[in-house]
């Protein structure tokens, strides 16, 4: 069993933790946290807590939950660590994971230089096979790169442009916002199309953002320019094959973010979550060289798959294809035309 730490158990770091601990060949060590607070009183049911340092230790000491040690006491009986923490944390955890001699993967909202490669199943599994330190790129990144990927495969990209109408924050957060604004990213291009570079062979990449007072889902509107020239009828069963692309349809009354959020509690997933990138079958357009979609996002999942699979490529103990296989069968992951 590859034996898992998760750093940080928030919006990503809780559900890298179940799913871990979803799959047949790995197992979660423990969970590390800052505080005591509920969401810590809750993981306590299914796993071993510890604290981020000794400060945070004396925390635990003092509430009504103990912590069983620290972060490096943890590191200790484990193969590989999920970095979950909060933007910026992770360049200082590094420095840690280095000493202990111990493989990490960090989230999109650390730079790329932090690690030897950024990581998407579909798009470059294989550039993380045997590394030490792996970055899974954003939501939006992962999404893009998913559906793209699938259309380098198909029929070769020379260009991408994509207009990212991004949530505000996720719904647990009450701090952020705009709540009643429109905020458009004000640099072109966004860091998106720079961040899909890191992970998909293309020419160009142009990308802008616009953010809207939203918790449920992004919404991606994608332009491409293909290597050759492409029919209506050839996009029909475009993402058919994809196990983490779900094809949707307004006539089925899936017309908005809110149903698609409404459709993965229908499925019965926990939290409701949505690891699949839905794409609208309406939007799909073909005409010559171009292909245009508009595709949705959840943000607090469609990493997830992405960071299992990262650890077996780091680990060197699956393949592309079985390890996809195994993370989509353990998440019911399966796609739907």
Known sequence: MIKVAINGYGTIGRRVADAVRAQKDMSVAGIVKRKPDYVATEASRNYRIFASDKESLKSFANSNLEAEGTMEELMDDVDIIVDATPEGQGEKNINIYRAKKKKAIFQGGEPATLAEASFNAYGNFVDSWGKDYVRV??????????????????????????????????????????????????????????????????????????????????????????????????????????????????????????????????????????????VWKESIYAYNDNLRYIQAVHQESDVVPENIDAIRSMLQEKDRETSIGETDRALEIRGKS
Not at 190 to 212: F, M, Q, R, W, Y
């Open 137 to 278: 790129v954003s939501c939006n990144t992962t999404a893009m790169a998913r559906t793209v990927s699938v259309c380098i495969e198909k029929f070769g990209v020379r260009k991408v442009e994509a207009t990212i109408i991004r949530r505000a924050t996720d719904p647990n957060d009450s701090k952020k916002g705009p709540i009643n604004a429109i905020e458009p990213s004000l640099g072109f291009p966004s860091h998106h199309g720079p961040d899909l570079k890191t992970v998909l062979a293309i020419g160009e990449a142009n990308t802008v953002a616009v953010k809207v007072p939203t918790t449920l889902m992004h919404v991606h509107v994608v332009n491409l320019t293909l290597e050759k020239p492409i029919a209506q009828e050839d996009t029909l069963d475009l993402f058919r094959d994809y196990g983490r692309i779900i094809s949707v349809s307004g006539k089925d009354g899936l017309t908005s973010t809110a149903q698609l959020m409404d459709l993965g509690k229908e499925m019965g997933r926990k939290r409701g979550d949505m690891f699949e990138i839905p």
